[in-house]
């Protein structure tokens, strides 16, 4: 670090509290969605829904490594990358910044298709009335982002292992503090209450339109 210069971490606290809050949520979602406790696999979806979108939008106004323009490169940059040249930026490197974004879109697509999906048996959205004759369509689209989901899970596990038994980076540790022992920020986070902004804003305007939204018609 050069005389002066702040040791700011690479991922800011915004960043990393969403990044470790989907694997806990995403769980707990698995094992509700399995024991048929249904209104709890709502309430935490509502959650994931509000840390994605907040997560997308910090990625346009946040700190400089948690916006997408600063770590999204080209496909040719990634292609080198995989071809095996050296990164030697502080962020995510070129695969993994769009690995990331696949995962958030990912997480995005599971959350709002629950609001709409019904499979017409035990479940059913409290936006699916809205979806009206694409209710069914939107619920079997849950059940097969499911499937992607979990297979990309798996994939950024093996790529983890990968980078930490072979390449020997701390990917986990870094994500924790948000900075390595040769991997830190010479810019200042943008402050996390402008998140918590976001996420109050996301959060009250989901808890509205789920309020008024209207119930399905009965038929018993």
């Not at 249904?38 to 700190?63: N, P």
């Not at 020997?168 to 948000?178: E, F, H, N, R």
């Not at 943008?190 to 939204?213: D, N, P, T």
Request: aromatic share 16%; charged share 10%; with cysteine.
């Amino acid at each position: 670090m050069r005389q002066g210069q702040r040791d700011w971490p690479v991922w800011d606290v915004v960043v990393r509290v969403i990044h470790w809050y989907f694997p806990l949520a995403i769980a707990f979602m698995w094992w509700s969605g399995g024991e048929g406790l249904m209104q709890w696999h709502s309430w935490v979806g509502y959650s994931l829904l509000v840390a994605s979108l907040t997560r997308i939008l910090w990625g346009f106004v946040g700190s400089y490594y948690a916006r997408f323009a600063n770590f999204l490169c080209s496909p040719r940059a990634v292609w080198h990358y995989i071809r095996g040249k050296p990164f030697t930026g502080l962020g995510h490197n070129p695969l993994g910044g769009w690995s990331s974004v696949a995962l958030l879109l990912l997480v995005t697509s599971q959350a709002t298709s629950g609001l709409f999906a019904s499979d017409d048996i035990l479940f059913e959205g409290p936006l699916a009335y809205w979806a009206g004759d694409w209710s069914a369509t939107l619920g079997a689209w849950h059940e097969t982002n499911w499937t992607l989901l979990r297979t990309l899970i798996l994939i950024h596990v093996c790529a983890i292992l990968f980078y930490k038994l072979v390449k020997k980076q701390a990917l986990v540790q870094a994500m924790i503090t948000g900075r390595a022992v040769d991997r830190f920020s010479s810019e200042k986070p943008v402050s996390s209450r402008w998140a918590l902004v976001i996420a109050g804003i996301a959060s009250a305007v989901l808890a509205l339109v789920v309020a008024y939204a209207p119930d399905s018609p009965s038929y018993y």
